[in-house]
Each structure stands twice: as C-alpha cells, then as structure tokens.
C-alpha cells in the first residue's frame, strides 16, 4: 500500500488534495442553499406548487351563484346568455360570494360594456348578433330595451343585416344588393329564434343562378349572362363566384 | 502456445466483465433512481387532496367561435393581479385580417382587453379572424430547459409552473418561449406566465379566461378522462398547434386556424 502511495507522483497528490477539498466543501456548502424539498419530485422546489396552490381565487365559477339568485338564473338559463357566466358583466365574485353583506358586485348600466360583445367587427364569426351602436338608438342605454338576463331583440329581426352584418356590408356595394335575402337562401322561420339548430340553404344547382344568368333566361338585358351547358360544369356558380360580391362590376 | 491462447481469451472475457459492470455501476443507479422518482410523483398529494398525476390538463380554442371581446384578458389580469398596463399579458388576443392585395395585419391593441375598433379600411379585408394566445403549457418546454436554476418547471399533471421565490429574473425563459408567452414582472422582478390558473383547476374550476369566455371559444379540460369536454373537443374538429415544427408539443389546441398564425 505504502509503495503505490510513493509511486503517485508528487503532483497529484497536491492535485488531489484540492480536488477533495473542493467536493468536501461542496457537499458541506450546497445543503445550506438548496432547499430541503428541491428535487423531490422532479428538478423544482416541492413546496413551491403549494404556494402558487394556494394563490387568492378572484373568480368564484357559475355555479354558486344559482344558490342566492335562483329567480335570475332560472330567467337566464333559458336565454342566449345561458352560457355567458354571471361573472363576466358583473365581476369577480369571490368576495361577495364569502360575504355578500359587505362585498357588493356591479352591474354594467351604460352602452359601453354591452359593445365590448355586440360592436359591430368585421372579424366577428357571421351569425353572432352585432349593432352599429352610434346609429343604433344612440341615446338609449341597452337595458331600456334588452334584459341582459334574457336578451332578445325587441322585435324578432326583420333584417338579416342584425346578425350577418359583414355580409350585409359585402353586398351593399353588390348589384345583388337588389334581390332580398331569402330570394336565394331559404330561410326557416325558426331561424331567427334558434339560428344555429334551423340553418337557411344555398343554391344546390347550376340552374339556379341560370334563372338570371343564363344565355336563354327571360330577365334583363343588362345581366351579364353565360351559356351554362360549357361554362364551368362540375361546380355550382358559388364555389366560384362570390354571389354577396360577385367580380363582374 | 495453446495455454498462452487461452489465457489471453480469458484475460479479454474478464475485461469485457469488468467494463460491463462498469458501465452497469453508473446506469443502474440513475434507472432506479429515475424508477423511483417516478414512483414517488405518483404518490404525489396536495394539500387540498389532489393527486397531480392523476391529471393532465389541456385548452382547446375554437377560433370560429372568438368574438374578440377581450373578456379573458381582462378575467386573466383580475385573477392572477397581472400589471393593468399594456405589455403584460399572460392571455392576449390578436386580430387577423386578411386584405385584397394578400397583405396580412395582425393587431393586438392592448392586448384586446377593451375589445377592437373598426377600420375604415375595411372594405380590402377579404377574412378576418381572432386569434387568443396564451402559454401553450408544452410537453416539451424550451422555458424548462433553459432555467438555470429550476425555477420554472413541468408538473406531474402537465402545467408549467414558475417558482416565485427561486426565479432568478435572468429572462433566460422568456427568450426561449417562443410563443412570447411570458415576460418580467415590473415590480416582483420574476418571469410571470399563465399557468392554467393552477389554484383554480386544482379545485375542480376551470381557468379564469375560460370561466368568462361568453361563446365557448375557450374549452378546458382533462385529457386522461374520456368524458372530458376537451376530448369531444378534440374528436369532433380539426385541430392544429402553433408552431408544430418546434416539437414543444403544446396542449393548447386550435379548432379552424389558419396556417398564417403562428
């Protein structure tokens, strides 16, 4: 044993002398930074996931608000808004829902919350309802006329432009700004009340949009007119053509 | 001759033995060890009782359903006491539109949280959209890999969490999303991120954003557990994910996005 030590040559055993006193101090130093729990359950502070756990919830959830307000969720459960949570108009609730003496919640009274939803975008899906709220009633705020617990148009809409407002928007600059609506879309009467469970159709042939454009059509002479039997076979005219904007100015 | 032949066979067959057990002394170790972590996550309670491992949360959004009416910003900010103010979002909705010339305007103003104006311009758009982001919570997260102190980490039930008092504020984290998910606290100097409100799923709540979302765009959920809502989510759409070609394999899932988003 005393041979191989005086083998080793002197400047390892300097070297080596170091090293140790390094991975010695390492071991006797690292315990005092990292703490008990890190690595635990994976590269990370155990305790940690309980802090952040247990942050303050501001937003109770739906559900609890049905145990005071019954009266108002079964109003609202039957409406459009049946899906929109309570506390999207009125505000996290967390507090109010401890002690609802103390912590009072908002209500929204004026046009500019309701707008935040029902202003009228053009990047808004087609379909959802919108208003051009400086031409529509300007002075009026939305609740004189729509319970934001049961919204509904004061009268069922009479124009499609209330919902497809982009649509409306394309064919107003559209020579088939002239035909209503319903002169190509078949539109179910349950449409304006439950519009996503009756959807009105489309064209489903060729001879339908013939009726005006085709070479032998009885209509005005300054439709722009084609011979159906060699334009274009295999498609139906809107796969090509946007009838709300059609190119031919 | 033939004996020294046989003695150097053994010399290599005991060499080979040696090296193995070599080999085995140091990979052994880390397996059981690897074994035994994975065992001890699985035993993994919380205080309220939930068991992390059990889960393994994911956000579906349908972006044909997005009004863009900011009201998850807004929720999100209330929520987690995001900083009022523009630059600091941990959800944020951008607004496509797509003009004639096959120009593309992505805006953002404020984060969407008052909602959008209307462009006079409009009538170049030829399709527009909403786009909300937020941290994709990835299975495999850059942020992770690159924390120098393991200060943002994977959970057992797939949520990136960031450790408040072990952050450095290096920003390591935030140049390595590439979602721009994340950013510095003005004040508490720490990466701040979404984190799927943590405090509220392990209660049984759905995030904040999704909780307000009025059309449903926003859909949570648990994707170990068939009936969850984004399961169906998942069967019934056809679904992508932000910047695929990364690997990060994010669980927020997008219904109809266009191929322009990233």
Not at chain 1, 46 to 56: G, N
Not at chain 2, 124 to 147: T, Y
Request: proline share 8%; hydrophobic share 30%; glycine share 6%.
């Amino acid at each position: 044993m005393l041979s191989i030590w005086k083998k080793i040559p002197e400047q390892i055993k300097r070297l080596s002398f170091l090293v140790i006193l390094i991975v010695a101090g390492y071991l006797l130093i690292s315990p005092l930074f990292i703490p008990p729990d890190f690595g635990k359950y994976g590269h990370f502070r155990a305790s940690a996931v309980e802090e952040i756990a247990s942050q303050q919830m501001n937003y109770v959830g739906h559900e609890i608000c049905a145990n005071c307000h019954e009266d108002v969720s079964v109003i609202k459960s039957k409406g459009y808004h049946k899906n929109v949570a309570c506390e999207v108009c009125h505000g996290p609730a967390f507090l109010h829902a401890e002690d609802p003496g103390s912590a009072t919640l908002e209500a929204p009274r004026g046009r500019s919350y309701c707008t935040l939803c029902h202003e009228y975008l053009p990047s808004r899906p087609t379909g959802f309802p919108q208003i051009v709220a400086i031409s529509h009633n300007p002075m009026k705020p939305c609740i004189t006329c729509h319970d934001p617990h049961k919204p509904e148009p004061p009268v069922t809409p009479k124009e499609c432009s209330a919902c497809h407002a982009t649509i409306a928007r394309t064919l107003s600059i559209s020579y088939h700004i002239y035909l209503p609506c319903t002169r190509c879309h078949e539109t179910p009467e349950k449409h304006k009340i439950n519009p996503r469970e009756f959807t009105p159709s489309k064209p489903s042939t060729r001879e339908f949009c013939g009726g005006c454009h085709s070479i032998d059509a009885k209509s005005d002479k300054g439709i722009p007119r084609i011979d159906l039997a060699t334009h274009g076979h295999r498609y139906v005219c809107w796969q090509c053509h946007y009838p709300h904007l059609p190119e031919a100015k | 001759m033939r004996n020294n032949e046989s003695s150097e066979k053994q010399n290599r067959r005991k060499f080979i033995q040696h090296f193995l057990f070599a080999c085995a002394s140091f990979i052994i170790p880390g397996i059981i060890g690897a074994q035994e972590l994975v065992r001890k996550v699985g035993t993994w309670v919380l205080k309220n009782g939930y068991v992390p491992s059990e889960h393994h949360w994911g956000m579906g959004i349908d972006i044909s359903k997005c009004i863009g009416c900011g009201r998850c910003v807004d929720a999100c900010k209330k929520e987690n006491n995001v900083p009022k103010e523009p630059f600091f979002f941990r959800t944020w909705v951008e607004q496509y539109r797509f003009l004639e010339n096959d120009g593309v305007v992505v805006d953002s103003p404020n984060g969407g949280i008052n909602s959008f104006k209307a462009e006079t311009s409009e009538k170049n758009i030829i399709r527009s959209f909403f786009v909300p982001k937020l941290c994709n919570q990835c299975d495999n997260p850059p942020c992770v890999q690159v924390c120098p102190v393991g200060a943002t980490f994977k959970t057992a039930d797939g949520v990136i969490l960031v450790d408040k008092e072990y952050c450095l504020g290096c920003r390591y984290c935030i140049q390595a999303c590439p979602y721009g998910a994340r950013f510095l606290h003005p004040e508490t100097r720490i990466a701040e991120k979404c984190t799927f409100c943590y405090h509220r799923i392990i209660e049984g709540l759905d995030p904040a954003c999704v909780e307000v979302c009025p059309t449903q765009a926003r859909i949570f959920g648990d994707l170990t557990h068939k009936a969850s809502p984004l399961v169906r989510f998942k069967r019934m759409n056809n679904l992508s994910v932000l910047k695929p070609s990364l690997n990060t394999e994010p669980k927020v899932y997008y219904a109809n996005l266009d191929g322009e988003v990233r």
